[in-house]
């Protein structure tokens, strides 16, 4: 069965930090990308980042570039995202998912859509 499981999430106030983690099990972990995707209230789910199977390509929305990095440990089939200066607007449950090609990845931080796979997601909440 696969899953992924999204953990790391929490109150801190604005210009703080957080570091996600999203554990995967049930496929062979550095064959996929995967990628990190949030949720606010009322607004539309919309993507973050994602990381390819080795670690090296990586992309991130206009809107977190600088202040989020993206990271991964296939030894222990987990992929991390440190969140600094955190702002109020970074407020939403987060996801992880995971896709076989790096280009499904990509189109889905803007288009959202394409992922194969989905955990649970993370409360994150930035107090102002």
């Known amino acids: 069965e696969v899953q992924l499981q999204a953990s790391g999430g929490g109150l801190v106030q604005a210009g703080g930090s957080l570091r996600l983690s999203c554990v995967a099990s049930g496929f062979t972990f550095d064959d996929y990308v995967i990628g990190w995707f949030r949720q606010a209230p009322g607004k539309e789910r919309e993507g973050v980042s994602c990381i390819g199977q080795s670690g090296i390509s990586k992309n991130y929305v206009e809107s977190v570039k600088g202040r989020f990095t993206i990271s991964r440990d296939n030894a222990n089939n987990t992929v991390y995202l440190q969140m600094d200066s955190l702002r109020p607007e970074d407020t939403a449950v987060y996801f992880c998912?995971?896709?076989?090609?790096?280009?499904?990845?990509?189109?889905?931080?803007?288009?959202?859509?394409?992922?194969?796979?989905w955990g649970k997601g993370t409360q994150v909440t930035v107090s102002s």
């Open positions: 998912a995971a896709t076989i090609t790096y280009l499904k990845c990509y189109n889905a931080l803007r288009w959202n859509y394409g992922m194969d796979y």
